[in-house]
């Protein structure tokens, strides 16, 4: 068995299950969903660990938006092509199809308002993938039952009066909001504790219950004349 690391690395992430070489199960994911050279928008690259990830891999034409100086520093000193901006306020002012796909990568939960940033991506490109840590899983579910506490996980490793984390959701949630924007789920992913994929034919409400996050690879409805395909996942690869 592969053996998983968690490294405190990423800004509303901070405990992330690693493979032996340092690459984040999570944007591993998210990369298996990029069509090698495509154009991308990475929205809250970070540190621009996956916008260099999908260089490497994939051979993208990466661009990134983040809203920390910090983290802008560090992409440029990289050699990335990143600006300092806004998710909440700044997509609007791009263009429609102006990109292959655009990511929000454990950056949905952060935004003020998730339903407009999610139109938005949309908009911009052809295709979105979101990935967020999951506000069902059983051992928060746990901790709010027996410590009557907002919970702190791995994934989610802040007091709540200090995390960036604002609008928290499940894995159900998701799926609604989904179907509120006319969003087609081409593919979904369910990661558990060490990242690894849930591998099994189970009814969402397992994936509720046992994924810690949810890898979504989303397009606008009625792209390429789909109107309601059932999304491919980790257990039917």
């Known amino acids: 068995m592969t053996m998983l690391t968690r490294l405190k690395q990423d800004l509303t992430m901070a405990d992330a299950a690693r493979m032996p070489g340092g690459a984040r199960i999570d944007l591993l994911a998210v990369a298996d969903m990029v069509a090698p050279g495509a154009k991308v928008l990475d929205v809250g690259c970070g540190d621009g660990e996956l916008l260099r990830l999908l260089a490497e891999t994939r051979g993208v034409d990466g661009r990134g938006i983040e809203l920390s100086r910090e983290g802008v520093n560090e992409c440029v000193a990289k050699g ?35 339903r407009i940033v999610l139109e938005h991506m949309l908009r911009i490109g052809r295709h979105g993938i979101v990935s967020f840590p999951n506000f069902g899983h059983w051992r928060i579910r746990l901790q709010i039952l027996l410590g009557g506490r907002m919970p702190r996980t791995d994934n989610l490793p802040y007091a709540w009066w200090d995390s960036p984390n604002i609008h928290f959701c499940t894995i159900k949630d998701f799926r609604q909001l989904c179907h509120v924007v006319g969003a087609r789920m081409e593919k979904a992913v369910a990661l558990d504790a060490w990242g690894r994929a849930l591998r099994f034919n189970a009814p969402w409400w397992t994936w509720n219950l046992l994924g810690e996050q949810g890898v979504f690879l989303l397009s606008r409805r009625g792209m390429n004349g789909t109107q309601g395909a059932a999304p491919s996942t980790a257990a039917g690869r």
């Open 80 to 114: 990335l092509a990143v600006i300092q901006g806004d998710a909440d306020t700044d997509l609007a002012d791009y263009p429609d199809d102006a990109f292959d796909y655009v990511v929000l990568s454990q950056t949905l939960q952060a935004t003020r308002q998730p």
